[in-house]
């Protein structure tokens, strides 16, 4: 299963991005969609889900900031991202849930400067 994650880049803080994420739309069983991301020296870590029934959840470093959707053409998952901060600097992956099983994009990387 490939999912292709595209939108990073570079911004100042203060400043927004959009992150796309595609995935194939044969995904057997597929539950969640989600975006994590993973800083310089640091741990992967939730951003933020999307199921199937459009319920999402927010870690708590992003709530009011990002928002996280879905389209109902294919298995495509959206992050806005707003107000972005220095720390925020991450790569962010895209990540669909099927069957108990977690298939990741490559990543892309978004760098905020202060």
């Known amino acids: 299963v490939q999912l292709q994650a595209s939108g990073g880049g570079w911004v100042q803080a203060g400043g927004s991005l959009t992150l796309s994420c595609v995935a194939p739309?044969?995904?057997?069983?597929?539950?969640?969609m989600a975006w994590y991301r993973e800083a310089p020296g640091e741990g992967r870590e939730l951003v933020a889900r999307?199921?199937?029934?459009?319920?999402?959840n927010y870690a708590e470093f992003v709530q009011g900031r990002f928002t996280i959707s879905g389209d109902n053409i294919g298995n495509n998952v959206y992050l806005l991202m707003k107000n972005l901060r220095p720390d925020d600097t991450a790569v962010y992956y895209c990540c669909a849930r099927a069957l108990e099983v977690n298939y990741w994009g490559q990543g892309t990387l978004v760098t905020v400067s202060s």
């Open positions: 739309r044969n995904i057997f069983g597929l539950t969640s």
């Open positions: 999307i199921t199937g029934d459009g319920v999402t």
